[in-house]
């Protein structure tokens, strides 16, 4: 459905988005993540026609997007600079798209009725914006998005400014909206629970380019590279410069740590989610101090100080049982939990 070749964007040295290319197949739902000014926001504006490229691309089914203004796209946007037109009334938002592209007004009044029980707020067409909370003002920037019937919805943070709890049911009711209705969608988002909640696939960006992408569990389970794997918000990453891989063990500044079968070999990045860091008698295996714990719901994570110079490390322990501040324990690592990531 969106095929991006080769797109890059310059704000003078400064490449925001560098010769990416990217296909978003139709009913796909792809979520861009990446740290603060990675060019998520840049690659979604050149989309949306908001945004020339000075070189690449941006075809929409088939069709080359070059010179075509952001009307005429045939993508519907909810960006959080795109608010609500605070002086027309919930229907007069969402038929706003509408009008623009001639729509008879009884037919305009029948897709705003359907579009309001579609995000959840039937009969609410006459009510003032100004009087929906947050979760409602989202929800009508969305149907405004969709009722032009949009070939490709962009979303930028939509619900970034929405707390949490509601943040994570709209996710919920977004992701199921998607999946009734077919849409294909293309989203950025810099929160990763909101994306991997949403998408199919995620793409993380690094300075402009893709650093990777794969469906939710295969970034999660599998990040490309140490970036990534921080980025996820792993703690205990190493970078390839500091691993060696041979056969099942790798020679880390932790000492010797076990690895699965089939891992790559030779010098690689490596990663110890923190379930597979385990808490021992402080003679056996690497020996720490135990330097604070951060509460986490159902477990505790505890960080750790080796004693010898080497990288702190965090462990996932129960409640019960995680030791105290100050508390001398021994490290050792469960294979299962160690990856070694692939470049
Ligand atoms: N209009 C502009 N003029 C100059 N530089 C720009 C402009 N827009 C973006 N940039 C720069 O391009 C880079 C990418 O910005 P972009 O907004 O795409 O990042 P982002 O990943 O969306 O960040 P954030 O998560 O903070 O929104 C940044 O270095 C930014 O400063």
């Known amino acids: 459905m969106l095929r991006l070749d080769h797109l890059t964007v310059r704000f003078g040295d400064r490449r925001a988005v560098d010769e990416v290319s990217l296909d978003v ?4 739902t792809v979520c861009v993540l990446g740290p603060s000014g990675s060019g998520k926001s840049t690659l979604l504006r050149v989309v949306a026609g908001l945004q020339a490229p000075q070189a ?58 359907e579009l309001l029980d579609l995000v959840g707020l039937p009969g609410a067409g006459r009510r003032s914006v100004a ?19 949009p070939k490709l919805l962009m979303l930028d943070e939509p619900l970034g400014q929405l707390d949490r709890s509601l943040r994570e049911r709209l996710t919920v009711e ?13 989203a950025v988002t810099h929160d990763q629970g909101e994306a991997f909640a949403l998408a199919d696939r995620v793409i993380v960006m690094r300075e402009g380019r893709i650093a990777q992408s794969g469906a939710p569990i295969e970034v ?12 996820l918000g792993f703690g205990n990453v190493l970078d390839a410069a500091d691993v060696t891989v041979d056969g099942r063990v790798a020679t880390t500044p932790w000492g010797e740590v076990p690895l699965p079968p089939g891992s790559p070999q030779g010098a690689r990045a490596l990663l110890v989610r923190p379930a597979g860091v385990r808490l021992t008698e402080p003679r056996d295996g690497l020996p720490c101090r135990v330097e604070g714990r951060t509460f986490r719901g159902d477990h505790v ?24 501040p100050g508390a001398r324990v ?7 939990e160690v990856t070694a990531l692939d470049s």
């Open 220 to 231: 999660w389970q599998r990040p490309a590279d140490a970036f990534v794997a921080r980025f």
């Open 25 to 28: 197949a139709e009913h796909e």
């Open 56 to 113: 690449g691309r941006v075809l929409l089914a088939g069709a080359d997007l070059a010179g075509v203004p952001v009307h005429r796209r045939g993508v519907g946007l909810m960006f959080q600079d795109h608010q609500l037109f605070p002086q027309r009334d919930v229907a007069g938002n969402i038929a706003f798209g509408l009008r623009m592209h001639g729509t008879a007004r009884t037919e305009a009044e029948a897709r705003v009725a």
């Open 330 to 336: 021994g490290v050792r690592f469960l294979a299962a």
């Open 174 to 186: 977004l992701r199921e909206l998607f999946g009734r209705l077919g849409t294909t969608v293309l």
């Open 131 to 149: 009087t929906l909370s947050g979760g409602e003002q989202q929800r009508v920037a969305l149907a405004r998005a969709l009722a032009p019937r």
């Open 301 to 324: 994570l505890v960080h750790l100080r080796p004693d010898r110079d080497a990288p702190a490390l965090e462990a996932a322990c129960p409640l019960a049982s995680a030791p105290e």
